[in-house]
């Protein structure tokens, strides 16, 4: 079974300090790991992705993630947080052998000018 | 048109109305997904199709019945919904349905309203 725990539903930044929103997952094979971001009245967009390699992730907008298997943690993580980096952001988990996404509650990013 | 689209944007129905939402994709994708997305829950995926055959019915009710005619339509038909069934209905498309093919690529939604 496969599950996604996102700390913290609302996070807030000031601009230009560093983003960091937790996600926590658990699986019993191989994780492969997605961070999508929604912005208001949009689907979601993929932000980045880690299915084998590399641990740090890097993906669109200036954000990065790093799989820590001995913590079952993707962080998502921006060094310089922007006004249009506010939006809702969503961790997922899926696997080499599954067929389904699973998804966090996701966390509202709220960026203070 | 590019990448996933979804028509209407929104909808308002009652209770004893019938609608459709429908969903296609540009990608020359496999798989095709339904997702409902309500204020404060998880996203629930409803219905995977994968190569037009469904393969996941996460216990949806009745009211709600997917058609897949090909790759890249996908439609949900709407009967005697309830005002819970008021939310954000998401498509998605990916290459395949499984493993590392199943990078999903969303529809903007359309806002679904029941009175």
């Known amino acids: 079974a496969q599950s996604v725990t996102q700390l913290g539903s609302h996070v807030s930044v000031s601009e230009g300090a560093l983003v960091l929103l937790r996600c926590n997952y658990s699986?019993?094979?191989?994780?492969?790991l997605f961070w999508y971001v929604q912005y208001p009245n949009q689907g979601l967009q993929l932000l980045l992705k880690y299915t084998t390699g590399a641990t740090l992730v890097k993906g669109i907008n200036g954000f990065e993630a790093e799989f820590k298997k001995s913590e079952t943690s993707f962080h998502l993580t921006k060094p310089s947080a922007h006004m249009s980096d506010a939006a809702e952001y969503f961790c997922?988990?899926?696997?080499?052998?599954?067929?389904?996404?699973?998804f966090g509650t996701g966390t509202s990013l709220t960026v203070i000018p | 048109e590019t990448g996933v689209t979804q028509t209407p944007r929104h909808l308002v129905m009652g209770m004893t109305n019938k609608k459709s939402l429908k969903c296609e994709q540009h990608?020359?994708?496999?798989?095709m997904y339904w997702y409902k997305q309500s204020a404060k829950k998880p996203l629930e995926l409803m219905f995977v199709?994968?190569?037009?055959?469904?393969?996941e019915n996460n216990s949806v009710p009745s009211r709600f019945s997917p058609e897949c005619p090909n790759s890249s339509h996908l439609f949900l038909h709407l009967h005697t919904l309830q005002p819970e069934d008021s939310a954000l209905y998401l498509c998605?498309?990916?290459?395949?349905?499984?493993?590392?093919?199943?990078?999903?690529?969303f529809g903007p939604g359309t806002r679904l309203t029941v009175l």
């Open positions: 199709y994968n190569f037009k055959e469904q393969t």
């Open positions: 998605a498309s990916s290459r395949e349905a499984r493993g590392t093919y199943n990078e999903q690529f």
């Open positions: 997922a988990v899926s696997s080499n052998t599954g067929n389904q996404f699973y």
């Open positions: 699986s019993s094979v191989p994780p492969y």
């Open positions: 990608l020359g994708h496999n798989a």
